[in-house]
């Protein structure tokens, strides 16, 4: 990934890989995945957040999805959109090219909804990985 798109709270979520010593010191890969997380861009779409404490990284007050166009055409490299609000308004906008998903083996009720109301999406599968603790991973094309 070369740039991260986020909502406000995911990019809150988010600001410890480069912040916190300690979470890149958790193992190889979270070290591996900082140095992977600081070196992109970020674009953190709020209307309520004042300022970034991280480096590269800008905020823009709404999801303008010729802006993001711009972004991904401009960009040399993968985005990736994180967020329950900012994946929704890339849905609904036809920005998004793949879908990543990650199914952990434990149900949970109660967040915000992984996709909008009212989508209706065409998919292909890519590629599935199941892991030894039950997680699988699958990867889709989006049908346009």
């Known amino acids: 990934m070369g740039t991260y798109l986020y909502g406000r709270t995911m990019y809150e979520m988010m600001i410890g890989w480069e912040n916190d010593p ?3 010191a958790q193992s190889p890969k979270s070290a591996e995945f900082a140095q992977i997380w600081q070196a992109a861009e970020k674009v953190v ?3 309520s957040l004042e300022s ?3 480096k590269r990284t800008r905020i823009e007050r709404s999801f ?3 802006r993001v166009r711009e972004i991904k055409a401009e960009a040399g490299h993968d985005l990736n959109v994180s967020g329950a609000d ?3 308004s890339a849905w609904r906008a036809g920005v998004i090219d793949e879908c990543h ?3 952990a ?3 949970v009720g109660g967040g915000k909804r992984m996709f909008p109301d009212g989508l209706r999406q065409p998919l292909e599968l890519l590629e599935e990985r199941r892991f030894g603790n039950g997680m699988v991973f699958l990867r ?3 049908s346009r």
């Open 22 to 24: 300690a979470v890149a």
């Open 45 to 47: 779409f709020s209307r």
């Open 52 to 54: 970034v404490s991280t």
């Open 64 to 66: 303008d999805p010729g």
């Open 86 to 88: 900012v994946a929704a």
């Open 101 to 103: 998903v990650f199914v």
């Open 105 to 107: 083996p434990m149900l």
């Open 140 to 142: 889709y094309a989006v």
